[in-house]
């Protein structure tokens, strides 16, 4: 097995008895991508020099020590392109800092490798919103990697690199690791830090990791979690060791089904899937019960009111002036600003601008984006409520496997709904992992488990029993 096909855990094992250097892993990472990432496209760009000089100075003694992780290309890495997949960003800025989540790792002694492809600005659920590039799905070539950290997914899926960070405001990391076969973890809202991570809509958003297994993931968010003076949302809890207890099972746990979940929309394989799953840690002691989320029919209109909301005002900063590639001669200032925008968003991301300042304007506000707040506060309750009586729920990450690449863009509503299953733990704050589960007709499927806020130990141990089952 080639190094960059390799879990952190045993490359850790590897490196601290001295069978392996850090520059063998990343030259290993780098030969990889330059041989294979031409057919799949998960890579934006990425600086082979700088990593094996950061290779070079590696402090293995670190928990992370020498380790290359891949970077969604929406999170600042000092001296790095951040382009968030925009062609309004292309070639117009350099990051300037590190962002909390970059200087955590940094300090753990990984190694921030490539930029990883998106949709722009995170908007989207197929990686095809990218405005540089498309992204194949390396476990099912012609469908969709998933989205919006559709790079960051595929490039652990094709083993090109051990680990990447995502972000997900809606399931983007959840998602896109659901459709390429990989763990994907969505911490507890405030866990992790944003600070340098582009906004999107900022009450929802939340870095998180894609790894090859659950104890990987479990090490990131070791050295990810934590309070951060620079985001005021990050949470002063204590971080425990995450990897601690992984091996438990799941004897004991009391582990929801929400039959809002498990309607005609959803693939039958798909349902299938997850039943038996649940059966399976049913007979490893766990205790399987029926609960509800009742207003789980009105999570996508919510979050699609309070997602392009915060969007369209976050991606104000983007006019041409400070951010952005500037267009050529303008009459005046005004179409300095129109003309900018106008050249470098894509569809998506002005539609959601569209909407986002429509649902904001004096006439609207209270119709929409208010009564949307008190539906998020319903959908809130509904997990603190769930949670009582429940370690654990489990549901489907998407309704159905990957789709086939090209028919997403065909009707924006049919994949605003196919969101159904993740945003809800968004507008909650909850924590959220897809683990994979036995792929349908050959196209990868995840488990996901929701946690409580601040539930990621319990979400991890569940996922280490499934991995293992
Ligand atoms: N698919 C959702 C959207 O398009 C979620 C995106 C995300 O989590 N960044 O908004």
Do not use: W
């Not at 969604?72 to 292309?90: E, H, M, R, W, Y």
């Not at 469908?143 to 559709?150: D, F, L, R, T």
């Not at 498990?262 to 399987?288: H, M, N, W, Y």
């Not at 809800?424 to 996901?448: F, M, R, W, Y």
Request: with cysteine; proline share 6%.
């Amino acid at each position: 097995m080639s190094l960059a096909a390799s879990s952190l855990s045993s490359l850790r094992r590897q490196l601290t008895a001295g069978e392996i250097s850090a520059r063998d892993i990343v030259e290993d990472v780098i030969v990889q991508v330059s041989a294979r990432d031409g057919n799949i496209g998960a890579f934006l760009s990425h600086d082979p020099e700088a990593a094996l000089a950061a290779a070079d100075q590696a402090d293995l003694s670190l928990p992370l020590g020498g380790l290359p992780i891949g970077i969604k290309d929406n999170i600042n890495v000092l001296g790095q392109p951040c382009t968030c997949a925009s062609k309004f960003l292309k070639d117009a800025f350099t990051s300037p800092y590190d962002a909390t989540a970059i200087s955590k790792l940094k300090a753990a002694g990984a190694i921030p490798f490539g930029r990883t492809n998106l949709d722009e600005f995170a908007m989207g659920y197929s990686t095809e919103n990218s405005g540089l590039q498309t992204t194949q799905n390396p476990a099912a070539p012609g469908h969709i990697p998933g989205g919006s950290s559709g790079g960051s997914a595929a490039a652990v899926a094709a083993n090109l690199i051990p680990a990447t960070l995502g972000s997900d405001t809606g399931g983007s990391i959840r998602q896109p690791a659901s459709h390429c076969g990989v763990v994907g973890l969505k911490p507890s809202y405030g866990r992790i830090s944003r600070y340098g991570l582009v906004a999107f809509g900022s009450s929802l958003d939340q870095i998180g990791p894609l790894t090859q297994t659950v104890e990987d993931s479990a090490l990131l968010l070791n050295a990810l979690a934590g309070l951060d003076p620079r985001d005021s949302t990050s949470l002063n809890d204590p971080v425990p060791d995450y990897t601690e207890g992984l091996d438990q099972g799941v004897a004991g746990m009391k582990l929801g089904l929400p039959k809002e979940y498990f309607t005609d929309g959803i693939c039958p394989k798909v349902r299938e899937r997850v039943e038996s799953v649940a059966k399976k840690l049913e007979s490893q002691g766990a205790e399987i019960v029926e609960i509800s989320l009742p207003h789980t029919e009105y999570a996508v209109a919510t979050y699609y009111i309070i997602a392009p909301a915060e969007a369209s005002s976050n991606l104000s900063r983007f006019d041409g002036v400070r951010y952005g590639n500037r267009t050529e001669n303008p009459e005046d200032m005004l179409a300095l600003y129109k003309d900018s925008r106008e050249a470098g968003f894509g569809p998506e991301v002005k539609r959601r601008i569209i909407l986002g300042t429509y649902v904001l304007s004096s006439g609207y506000y209270d119709a929409y984006y208010l009564r949307a707040q008190k539906v998020r506060t319903l959908i809130r309750r509904d997990f603190e409520e769930a949670f009582q009586k429940v370690d654990a729920i489990l549901t489907p990450v998407a309704p159905e496997t990957a789709p086939k690449m090209g028919t997403a863009s065909e009707d924006p509503l049919k994949h605003y709904l196919a969101d159904i299953f993740t945003i809800s733990a968004n507008l909650a704050g909850n924590c959220g992992i897809s683990v994979p589960l036995e792929p349908i007709d050959g196209l990868p499927v995840g488990l996901q488990i929701l946690g409580p806020h601040l539930g990621e130990q319990t979400i991890l141990r569940c996922a280490s029993a499934v991995e293992k089952s």
